[in-house]
């Protein structure tokens, strides 16, 4: 059974930083070209968007163009564990923020993604 857990998340003033933590366990697709692990966030009232998306065989890294920059995804293979270290932090970046795993050749679509974790809430002030 794969779980994914999402931690990291907090409230935190504009221009500051966070860290999101995303523990894995289960999954077994990762020797997969197309095994991806990506970050999203759902604000309220809009549509869940894909923020930035790794493929875990090789490491290539997509960004949406809103936080390109200031994000940045890592995985590190020896703890199962996926990260997005966000810095230079909007108010229009708060969200629930998902970490996701699946199948896919659509780095920030949700299409092929079958495994999600609760969602860790991430709040900016002004």
């Known amino acids: 059974q794969v779980q994914l857990v999402e931690s990291g998340g907090g409230s935190v003033q504009a221009g500051g930083s966070l860290t999101l933590s995303c523990a894995a366990s289960?999954?077994?697709?990762?020797?997969?070209?197309?095994?991806?692990m990506a970050w999203f966030r759902q604000a309220p009232g809009k549509e869940r968007e894909g923020v930035a998306a790794?493929?875990?065989?090789?490491?290539?890294?997509t960004y949406a163009d809103s936080v390109k920059g200031r994000f940045t995804i890592a995985q590190d293979n020896a703890k199962n564990t996926l990260y997005l270290q966000m810095n230079s932090l909007k108010p229009e970046d708060t969200a629930m923020y998902y970490c996701?795993?699946?199948?896919?050749?659509?780095?920030?679509?949700?299409?092929?993604?079958?495994?999600w974790g609760q969602g860790t809430q991430v709040t900016v002030s002004s």
């Open positions: 790794i493929y875990t065989q090789g490491g290539y890294t």
């Open positions: 996701a795993a699946g199948l896919s050749r659509f780095p920030l679509s949700s299409s092929g993604l079958n495994f």
């Open positions: 289960g999954y077994r697709y990762s020797q997969y070209s197309s095994s991806l």
